[in-house]
C-alpha cells in the first residue's frame, strides 16, 4: 500500500514557516484524495489539483527531519497552501475511473482504470468524501497557512 505524510504549518511574525504537530490532516488512505493531490495512486485519473512540487525550500526544520529519516522511501512531495484548497470549485463535476475487475482467474484488483466515458459522474466533494473536508475546517481554524505532505511505498 501507499501511505501519505502530511504536515501543516504557519508563517510566523517574521515569514519563518514553523509545524504545528496538533493539526493532523489527511491521516488515512484514500487513494481517491492521493490522485487528486499528486497524481499518486490516481486509478481515478482524475485530474490532480497541482503537480509534485518538491519539499518547500523554507520547510520548518521539524519537518525536514521527518522527510530525512524516511532512508529513500519517500516519494512525490509537494505541498499547497490553504488559499488554494479553498479557491476550488469542489462542486464541479468529475469522473472516477476507478473500478474492481479480474485481472486474473480468482484475482480481483482495485487498481484498474475504466475508458473515458465508463466511470461514475460525480461532484469532486462527493469524490474526496467528508473527511477531506473536515480536515480543510481543521486548517482553517488553526489558521494553516499550508500543507506539506509526501507519499510512502
Known sequence: GCDI???CERSDSDGKWEYLPSVQVFDCRSYALFGWLADVRNYSDIEPVAAPRGLPEDVS????????EEDGEAHSASWLTLEE???VDYDRVVEDRRYIGRVA????SG?????PGKGTEMS??????E??????AA???AGVGRVVFWFDN
Open 105 to 108: 482467474e480468482g484475482y480481483l
Open 139 to 141: 486548517m482553517q481554524r
Open 124 to 129: 469532486l466533494r462527493q469524490f474526496l468524501g
Open 111 to 115: 487498481a484498474l482504470t475504466a475508458e
Open 5 to 7: 505524510h502530511a504536515f
Open 61 to 68: 526544520s521539524s519537518i525536514k527531519a521527518e522527510y530525512g
Open 131 to 136: 473527511r477531506y473536508f473536515f480536515d480543510l
Open 85 to 87: 484548497l479553498l479557491a
